[in-house]
């Protein structure tokens, strides 16, 4: 039933732009914690960015600066701006919602992930 659904990545030249978008169904973005990850071959999973339902974002320190993320309630979609982009930034960029913790726990939910590749 709860579905994240990426889409808008690409080819892109280095110092270019991409903005990836991240479509929910299930359940509204503002009531989750939303966040951004990426991966590389053979690297580790990286958080990218993450904005709370109250609004407060946070960037891992490679993209600030240069990336944000934002959130349009009406359309239920989570988006990652991503500006003076690097060869370095090449990664499968994945959305990420995960509900607020309670003592009857919690919900997370993966999407299938987009591809960012940076040319130099």
């Known amino acids: 039933e709860v579905q994240l659904v990426e889409s808008g990545g690409g080819l892109v030249q280095a110092g270019g732009s991409l903005r990836l978008s991240c479509a929910a169904s299930?359940?509204?973005?503002?009531?989750?914690?939303m966040a951004w990850f990426r991966q590389a071959p053979g690297k580790e999973r990286e958080l990218v960015a993450t904005i709370t339902p109250g609004g407060s974002t946070n960037y891992g320190d490679s993209v600030k600066g240069r990336f944000t993320i934002s959130r349009d309630n009406a359309k239920n979609t989570v988006y990652l701006q991503m500006n003076s982009l690097k060869p370095e930034d090449k990664a499968v960029y994945y959305c990420?919602?995960?509900?607020?913790?309670?003592?009857?726990?919690?919900?997370?939910?993966w999407g299938q992930g987009t591809l960012v590749t940076v040319s130099s």
């Open positions: 299930g359940f509204t973005v503002d009531d989750y914690v």
């Open positions: 990420y919602a995960r509900s607020i913790v309670s003592i009857e726990g919690y919900l997370e939910v």
